[in-house]
């Protein structure tokens, strides 16, 4: 094992302690859960600020001493973006978590960073409203990492992503100095967009401490079903079927591979034929929202009558009750099966145009099942958009690349992303110098150059400044 013994000598951690209140250290830190990445917490210490102005403190510091910052909030992420190592300080976003004003008139939230999603929400839901954003790992990831991730979701495809949330932010740039970006309206052409680059630039750019977001009505759920089919085709003809029927009340269209959901269920304990389901190798969870028309069971009911009418659905099921919806959406959101099934498991996000997406889906799904037979791959994801998750899990250690070479040739020439909503952080690194245009790499190590000129805002990540 890695020693965690960290470099930042004594006069260094004392100081940083002066500014920011008490460190933890690696004899507490090495009890704590690391998230989603085993190095997350390898840097051995790590300052908690309370507020923007400690944080800008402790920034000026580190820059002038050089030290390198790994800013962390909830550890969900899944590409490796807060790993750190031995001679970096850790600098959690967890007590900057206070702020939660909710504005019912304007329709828009002020959160600190270390709020969690969940919070945001529980508090909009007060007035009857929602940020518009929801992910499996609401109950941890905080609001902070969602916009320094840019994170999309389940209500991507019809709220948009992180960025299309935000109206503003208050974030702390590597020399300490503070950027009031924050604004409560969506009509903002004043100069360059530059919470719009920091949203998205994983810790890379600057510390975000506050954020503005656009709430839009909380609708209760109306109806949730799960559908089998024999192909990705029918799956892809069935969601953009209810897009067009439903239009924005449709909240969500997940798809899911057959084993990834009889995988979970078994985990749970649970049968895939408790759904009722029969055969068919892909599944889709389909979810509408309460309108102000009123009917909406009926009109769900009407819009599965014209489905199964024109032979485009054989097999679904209506959940019945807040237990059977329950159960759907747990084969859908519970990839902790897959995340922490297996001593190797990698994770691929990969955005694909919907007209392209049946093509690639089967040519994907036959060649990692090529690959060996010893792997168990799960795909699932948010199909209104485009969006799927791969896993493949191993007992045994296989090459990463591997899998690369099968998921990212084409993907951006189709206009897709070879990273949709993870980000790159340490684990896409490769195949993003691979895979995305050197003009484009360029750009971005000239801002990043201009932002943290001495690289110390979460170095080697996304991107190499040399
Ligand atoms: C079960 C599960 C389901 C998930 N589903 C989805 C999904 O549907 N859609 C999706 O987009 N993601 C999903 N994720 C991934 C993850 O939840 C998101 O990437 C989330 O945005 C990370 O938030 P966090 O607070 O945990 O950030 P962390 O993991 O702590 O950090 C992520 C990155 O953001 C940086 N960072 C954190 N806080 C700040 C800050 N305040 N300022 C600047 N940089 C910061 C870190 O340095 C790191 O690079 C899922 C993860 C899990 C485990």
Partial sequence: MESQVNKLSQEQLNNIETISGKLTHSDTLSGRDPGYHPDNLKAGVMATPDSAEKLSQLLAYCNAQNIPVVPQGGLTGLVGGSVSKSGQLIISTARINKF????PISNVATVDAGVTLEELQNAAAKFDLSPGIDLPSRGSATIGGMSATNAGGIEAFRMGTMRDRILGSIFVRADGSIVNDLAFVLKNNTGYALTDLIVGSEGTLGIITRLS?????????????LFVFPTIEAVLKVAEHMRRYFGSSLRATEVL???????????HGRQFSDTGLGEGQFLLLAETEVTSQGNDEERFLSCLEELF?????????????NQQRDFFWLMREDS??????????????????????????????????????????????????????????????????????????????????????????????NGFKRFISPEKQAAMIAIKKALDPNNILNPNKIIDIS
């Fill in 257 to 267: 591979w057959r084993e990834f959901a009889e995988a979970v269920a078994k985990q």
């Fill in 309 to 321: 009418e024109a032979g485009l659905v054989e097999d679904a099921v209506i959940a019945q009750n």
């Fill in 213 to 225: 977001i656009r709430l839009v009505p909380l609708r209760p759920v109306a109806a949730t079903a």
């Fill in 100 to 103: 939660i004003e909710i504005d």
């Fill in 336 to 429: 902790d099966v897959a995340l922490r099934g297996f001593p190797h498991i990698h994770s691929f996000d990969i955005s694909i145009p919907l007209v392209h997406l049946a093509e690639y889906a089967a040519r994907i799904d036959h060649e990692l099942r090529q690959l060996a037979n010893n792997l168990s791959i799960f795909i699932f994801g948010h199909i209104g958009d485009g969006n799927l998750h791969v896993m493949i899990g191993s007992q045994e250690p296989f090459s990463y690349e591997s899998v690369e070479e099968i998921l990212y040739p084409g993907v951006q020439e189709q206009g897709g992303a070879i990273s949709a909503e993870h980000g790159i952080g340490t684990e896409k690194k």
